[in-house]
Antibody, heavy 116, light 106 residues
């Protein structure tokens, strides 16, 4: 199971930190990721992180602004989002990334709204 | 970046009939292709991976085919609970990208 938290309303240029609590599987052995879906739009895989936290990558649209991290002792995944833009408005899903690349388990999502 | 294109955008099908959804990649992704189902108000769930392998618990009426740049998701004998948005995703290289989705109305 995955459960996201931390979404909400923020002004352009602001920051937000999303959290994802994991249970029911060996979190420390699992690649994890964040996928977002803008209102009425398709899915966008924005970041992933390796099981040990050393390997990670970002899609160009968030590179330099978002940081993915994890705490294996607390079975938690995080997404620090800085310099937020209106176009970052979306539901953000935490996923267990099977083989590092497939959304095998999804959380229910948390809504981030960037608006003045 | 590999661009994924799904067609049609919307598909209206009667209960018990077959639905065929298409997904095209802008370059070859081999069989590194997954399909997801997203019911209204819910998170997506994995249906198919490696183009043809059903995920755990997915009914046999869902089947995937294809390789390279052309892929198909077939839903045989549609049921009411199959009304949803269906997404394809390649995982050949980073960035991983999705198609725009096909909405199936029953």
């Amino acid at each position: 199971q995955l459960e996201e938290s931390g979404g909400g309303l923020v002004k352009p240029g602001g920051s937000l930190r999303l959290s994802c609590a994991a249970s029911g599987f060996t979190f420390s052995d699992s690649y994890m990721g964040w996928i977002r879906q803008a209102p009425g739009k398709g899915l966008e895989w924005i970041s992933y992180i390796g099981s040990g936290g050393r390997f990670m990558d970002y899609t160009d649209s968030v590179k330099g602004r978002f940081t993915i991290s994890r705490d294996n002792a607390e079975n938690s995944l995080f997404l620090q989002m800085n310099s937020l833009r209106v176009e970052d408005t979306a539901v953000y899903y935490c996923v267990k990334a099977e083989a590092g690349k497939i959304g095998g388990v999804w959380g229910p999502g948390t809504l981030v709204t960037v608006s003045s | 970046e590999i661009v994924m294109t799904q067609s049609p955008a919307t598909l209206s099908v009667s209960p018990g009939k077959r639905a065929t959804l298409s997904c095209r990649a802008s370059q070859s992704v081999g069989t590194s292709l997954a399909w997801y189902q997203q019911r209204p108000g819910q998170a997506p769930r994995l249906l198919i991976y490696t183009a043809t392998t059903r995920a755990t618990g997915i009914p046999a009426r869902f089947s995937g085919s294809g390789s390279g740049t052309e892929f198909t998701l077939t839903i045989s004998s549609l049921q009411s609970e199959d009304s949803a948005l269906y997404h394809c995703q390649h995982y050949h290289t980073w960035p991983l990208t999705f198609g725009g989705g096909t909405r199936v109305d029953i």
